[in-house]
């Protein structure tokens, strides 16, 4: 079946630790999204990704950083710059980029990150 | 900057009674909106999604939206609710149609449905 993982389900972060989220999809889509949830704020967008080797921000990517060497791809790392790490992220992908029109996003099932 | 509002943090209704999910979205430019479900410590599934022509949307669970363009809304409703459709709601919007996964999401809406 076609679909986003995110791995682990459940993390657990010592202070001034980084730590990897991993999210993988076999969707063929191009682009890939994090998103950070936190309760009554909605999903904050944190990087996006709109082809292999490129990333851009987006409104909360202080402490964090990403890759994208392959398409399948998109880890994202909390380093220990992120003050408020303890939260819900969301790994998303949408696609294929040439379509006029890849308005839908597909989610992964998510990575609970707790600070210990 | 450009915003989701969902008007109602949590909605309690009682089992097969109807129900409306409000949202309204900041910008009167093109828009391309959505409204996900979230079960609990999951992801979110689209529900359905307004990408232009007829202004009423059918989704899935028998869930419809209507888009308003005047009012710059886009509510949620269902004629009668199931236990199981306990969850929260999320309107987004995306002004990009090359981007559909760079959305602006509501706060989102808890829908506790009773017997």
């Known amino acids: 079946d076609g679909g986003i993982t995110q791995s682990p389900k459940y993390l657990f972060r010592k202070e001034g630790q980084n730590v990897t989220l991993s999210c993988e999809q076999n969707?063929?889509?191009?682009?890939m999204y994090w998103y950070r949830q936190d309760p009554g704020q909605g999903l904050r967008l944190i990087y996006y990704?709109?082809?292999?080797?490129?990333?851009q921000k987006g409104d909360i990517a202080e402490g964090y950083s990403v890759s994208r060497e392959k398409k399948e791809s998109f880890p994202l790392t909390v380093t220990s710059a992120q003050k408020n790490p303890t939260a819900f992220y969301l790994c998303?992908?949408?696609?294929?980029?040439?379509?006029?029109?890849?308005?839908?996003?597909?989610f992964g099932q998510g990575t609970r990150l707790t600070v210990v | 900057a450009q915003s989701v509002t969902q008007l109602d943090s949590q909605v309690p209704v009682f089992e097969e009674a109807p129900v409306e999910l409000r949202c309204n979205y900041s910008?009167?430019?093109?828009?391309?909106l959505f409204w996900y479900v979230q079960y609990p410590n999951q992801g979110l599934q689209l529900l359905l999604k307004?990408?232009?022509?007829?202004?009423l949307v059918k989704g899935i669970n028998g869930f419809e939206a209507e888009f308003n363009k005047s009012q710059t809304s886009f509510h949620l409703r269902k004629p009668s609710v199931h236990i199981s459709d306990t969850a929260e709601y999320f309107c987004?919007?995306?002004?990009?149609?090359?981007?559909?996964?760079?959305?602006?999401f509501g706060q989102g809406t808890e829908l506790s449905v009773k017997p």
């Open positions: 910008s009167s430019v093109s828009v391309y």
């Open positions: 998303a992908s949408s696609g294929p980029t040439g379509e006029a029109l890849n308005t839908e996003a597909f």
């Open positions: 307004y990408l232009s022509g007829s202004t």
């Open positions: 969707l063929n889509h191009d682009a």
């Open positions: 987004a919007v995306t002004y990009n149609p090359h981007q559909g996964g760079k959305l602006i």
């Open positions: 990704s709109q082809i292999v080797n490129d990333f």
